[in-house]
């Protein structure tokens, strides 16, 4: 199971462009890359998921390096509304196992006006 | 809206009753799974479920336990409450069971007090 490092908190600026970096060391060949956010007393909310290189999307981009270690989660522009819990999954297909996904504490961001 | 519901949607109860959490899967959903929240741990995956069958296990305390129904719905119930057990209980459900390339979508969760 690949275990995933987040800094606890980031602080940013409305307008800023955010990036808030995963590490994954250990990841597994068959694993995916997965970014959630949660606002507080919500459920978490999908926002991106990738393998490999950069995946984009409307709200976000996910940069993977080649060697997969890290991956870094770019909101550009955020705003207030940004002010959420950011958390890093990582985890491949369970075929026939079982997939226990880790969500830990996730890195908090804050934006300033 | 991520499509998935949770009943109720908040509990308040004292220690030693027995509760039951309901969740329902979004449309064509098999896989249901369940979290708890609390302050002090994080979001903690309990269990999975998928089309009926247990497929992953958490940590999960013996006092709780999970099923999920023929119509994809899928219930928690939390025995032996202690205070301890106060938390956000989030249920999300994904297409299929293909671990962690799946997309979860979450619930509003329920909040639970024991008191």
């Known amino acids: 199971l690949a275990k995933t490092t987040q800094p606890i908190s980031m602080d940013s600026y409305e307008g800023q462009e955010v990036n808030i970096t995963c590490s994954h060391n250990n990841i597994a060949t068959n694993d995916y890359i997965t970014w959630y956010q949660q606002f507080p007393s919500q459920g978490p909310r999908f926002i991106i998921q990738?393998?490999?290189t950069k995946v984009t999307n409307e709200v976000a981009s996910l940069f993977i390096p080649a060697d997969r270690k890290s991956s870094t989660l770019s909101l550009p522009r955020v705003s207030l509304s940004d002010t959420a819990v950011y958390y890093c999954l990582v985890g491949g297909p369970a075929s026939g196992g079982s997939y226990i996904p880790t969500f830990g504490r996730g890195t908090s961001l804050i934006v300033h006006p | 809206d991520s499509g998935v519901t949770q009943t109720p949607k908040h509990l308040i109860t004292a220690t030693g009753q027995r509760v039951t959490l309901r969740c329902s899967p979004r449309s064509g959903d098999l896989s249901v799974y369940w979290y708890q929240q609390s302050l002090d741990q994080g979001l903690q995956f309990l269990i999975q479920?998928?089309?009926?069958?247990?497929?992953a296990k958490g940590n999960i305390l013996e006092r709780f336990s999970a099923q999920q129904f023929p119509d994809l719905h899928s219930e928690l119930n939390l025995s032996s409450l202690e205070l301890g057990d106060s938390a956000l209980y989030f249920c999300?459900?994904?297409?299929?069971?293909?671990?962690?390339?799946?997309?979860?979508?979450f619930g509003p969760g329920t909040r639970l007090t024991v008191l």
């Open positions: 479920y998928y089309n009926g069958e247990e497929r």
């Open positions: 990738g393998y490999k």
């Open positions: 999300a459900s994904s297409a299929l069971a293909r671990g962690g390339t799946d997309t979860q979508y």
